[in-house]
């Protein structure tokens, strides 16, 4: 599932605290060998997070840097060439360093933030979504995340909402002035969200105010500055739905020129955007072989008195209906959600598949408004390396208010298998778990400039895993819809490359994912509209997960008997969440 991700004004990066002994030894190594050069560097990496937080506010208090919580970026012209500025300036300091003298570990962190740099550039002149995406317009967000923050007393989290929303006409006038000939698909989901986003300056956020110890002067202040937050956001959502939307004629498809760089920009895999889609299609057909297995032995069990169709496809979609008719109740999804967690935290202490930080939160909640309509289902949104105390959300996108019969096809995707998988994969030892892990690093570049496609790699992986573990019982039944599960990931990259890239239609899309990934419409036709709001990150998964499972089927014919999981994955996980490729660079040394 996805998690949101954007360059420069506003990342929702997630990671926690928890390490390991091999992480340890290398961080000891390489401090204890340190040479000039990489002292040198160490230096100018602090310097270069802290001019990072000083261009981006809302990524730092996202991070749980909150010296600039009060800052409120206004997206202007002038403001990308401030930014482009200092992108080029980055790029000419760290020509500065050699980069052969430096350390492996700080030889990745050198290519993260060059990376970085670049794409700040490439994002801002290149791509240009700020002049045809408004949903990347919406305060909301910033000021939720500091008004459920628990890192300051509540009189400041409020001061700093309140210097941040004062400008609220500026940031929504520069966002007005930037957009031209925008998307259909991204206009109607700024609609949506910037609607929800008017639920945080609602009741909740007016109770904090009566509530804070700030004088009256203050609060009334606030108070006005709330309603005149609500009237901009309305009048905002009035020019998308009345003044630009006759203009919104620009097509969502980014085309192969600018996908293959934004592939090379978000992923940084070993191979490019088009031998990733090969790998990927050759994985369907293997995917399809086993299920064809899986299902034939399960047709005795579940149509003892039918005769077994002679089309695989059909066998196996029969079999997989069947599975799904047991599923949780429309009104108790979410609460479904919440019970199984503990089990998983179980079975990974159990089975000792690694170290687990009980001291760490994870809340399972409704997915806020401001949050809805991107097309996923579930997300995480943790803390960043300064703030690791705070919860981890776990939002869970509730079903009321749909039709019954849409939220019975949904329920059916998510049945009582794959709903363990997808808390496998958000959850424990999947996002959650990983993200916990990240922050550890010893290098905080690592932890900021997380990587997509290893975070979501990650979380693939760990379903595997788990399943090879004996989760489940290793059934036939769990890895029959763990098969179903990975060739949705499998055809995510199918789908991110001939929707970005081609000319497919929705009804085609709906027709592929459901004749070859075997999934219900309801989640068919979300998967088409999140491929359309989104470039590249629909790719990220199977990318990163094929990137883990190669590494580790290497160290397995390196180390043969002496290969222990436990070990490989919280090394793997020590690194924080840098490139696979990378990784594999540090775990082969």
């Given at each position: 599932m996805p998690h949101s991700y954007s360059r420069l004004l506003g990342l929702l990066l997630v990671a926690g605290a928890l390490g390991t002994a091999a992480c340890q030894r290398d961080s000891n190594q390489d401090t204890a060998q340190a040479s000039p050069t990489d002292i040198g560097f160490d230096r100018y990496k602090a310097r270069f997070i802290d001019s990072l937080w000083y261009y981006n506010p809302g990524w730092a208090s996202s991070q749980g840097f909150?010296?600039?919580?009060?800052?409120?970026?206004?997206?202007?012209?002038?403001?990308?060439?401030?930014?482009?500025?200092?992108?080029?300036?980055?790029?000419?300091?760290?020509?500065?360093?050699?980069?052969?003298?430096?350390?492996?570990?700080?030889?990745?962190?050198?290519?993260?933030?060059?990376?970085?740099?670049?794409?700040?550039?490439?994002?801002?002149?290149?791509?240009?979504?700020?002049?045809?995406?408004?949903?990347?317009?919406?305060?909301?967000?910033?000021?939720?995340?500091?008004?459920?923050?628990?890192y300051q007393p509540l009189a400041m989290r409020l001061r700093s909402i309140s210097a941040k929303i004062n400008r609220v006409a500026e940031y929504y006038e520069a966002a007005k002035a930037n957009l031209q000939n925008p998307t259909r698909e991204h206009l109607e989901l700024a609609i949506l969200q910037n609607r929800g986003g008017l639920d945080v300056f609602g009741p909740a956020l007016l109770d904090s105010v009566s509530r804070a110890a700030l004088p009256a002067r203050e609060k009334d202040e606030l108070r006005a500055r709330i309603e005149t937050t609500r009237q901009v956001m309305q009048e905002y959502v009035r020019f998308l739905d009345k003044e630009l939307r006759p203009q919104a004629r620009r097509s969502f498809r980014i085309g192969k020129e600018l996908f293959d760089q934004k592939f090379?920009?978000?992923?940084?895999?070993?191979?490019?955007?088009?031998?990733?889609?090969?790998?990927?299609?050759?994985?369907?057909?293997?995917?399809?072989?086993?299920?064809?297995?899986?299902?034939?032995?399960?047709?005795?069990?579940?149509?003892a008195a039918q005769p077994m169709p002679a089309d695989t496809l059909t066998r196996i979609r029969l079999v997989i209906q069947k599975l799904s008719e047991k599923h949780a109740t429309q009104a108790g999804f979410v609460d479904a959600v919440r019970q199984q967690i503990p089990v998983l935290v179980k079975f990974v202490d159990d089975k000792k598949l690694l170290t687990q930080d009980p001291t760490k939160p994870l809340v399972v909640r409704e997915t806020p408004l401001y949050m809805r309509g991107s097309g996923a289902g579930a997300s995480v949104s943790a803390p960043g390396p300064y703030d690791k105390g705070a919860d981890t959300y776990y939002n869970v996108e509730p079903l009321d208010g749909q039709p019954a019969a849409q939220a019975e096809s949904y329920l059916r995707e998510y049945n009582q298998y794959t709903l363990q998988i997808l808390n496998i994969h958000e959850a424990i030892p999947g996002h959650y778990t990983q993200l916990v892990y990240a922050n550890r690093s010893p290098s905080i570049v690592k932890a900021v400039l997380g990587n997509g496609a290893m975070i979501e790699g990650w979380a693939v992986y760990a379903e595997r895993m788990m399943l090879e573990s004996g989760y489940a019982g290793g059934s036939d039944e769990i890895w029959l819809m763990w098969d179903k599960w990975n060739m949705r990931v499998t055809l995510n990259t199918i789908l991110d490359h001939l929707v970005q890239t081609g000319r497919i239609t929705e009804p085609e899309t709906v027709q592929l994912l459901m004749r070859d990934g075997f999934q219900e419409e309801a989640e068919a036709r979300n998967k088409w509209r999140r491929a359309t709001l989104s470039q590249v990150q629909l790719s990220s998964y199977?990318?990163?997960?094929?990137?883990?499972?190669?590494?580790?089927?290497?160290?397995?014919?390196?180390?043969?008997?002496?290969?222990?999981?436990?070990?490989?994955?919280?090394?793997?996980?020590?690194?924080?969440?840098?490139?696979v490729k990378y990784i594999r660079q540090l775990m082969l040394r």
């Open positions: 909150h010296k600039y919580d009060a800052v409120l970026v206004l997206p202007t012209a002038g403001r990308r060439q401030v930014e482009n500025a200092a992108a080029a300036r980055g790029l000419r300091e760290l020509r500065g360093f050699a980069f052969d003298s430096l350390s492996p570990n700080n030889q990745t962190d050198y290519l993260l933030m060059v990376n970085q740099l670049r794409s700040t550039r490439w994002y801002n002149d290149t791509l240009r979504s700020w002049q045809w995406d408004p949903s990347q317009y919406n305060l909301s967000t910033p000021v939720a995340e500091i008004l459920n923050g628990r090379r920009y978000d992923i940084v895999a070993n191979a490019s955007a088009d031998e990733v889609y090969q790998r990927a299609q050759r994985h369907k057909q293997e995917l399809l072989q086993d299920m064809a297995r899986r299902a034939t032995r399960l047709w005795p069990k579940y149509f199977f990318t990163g997960y094929s990137e883990i499972m190669a590494l580790r089927d290497e160290l397995k014919k390196r180390d043969g008997k002496a290969f222990d999981l436990k070990n490989f994955n919280e090394q793997f996980l020590s690194y924080g969440s840098a490139p």
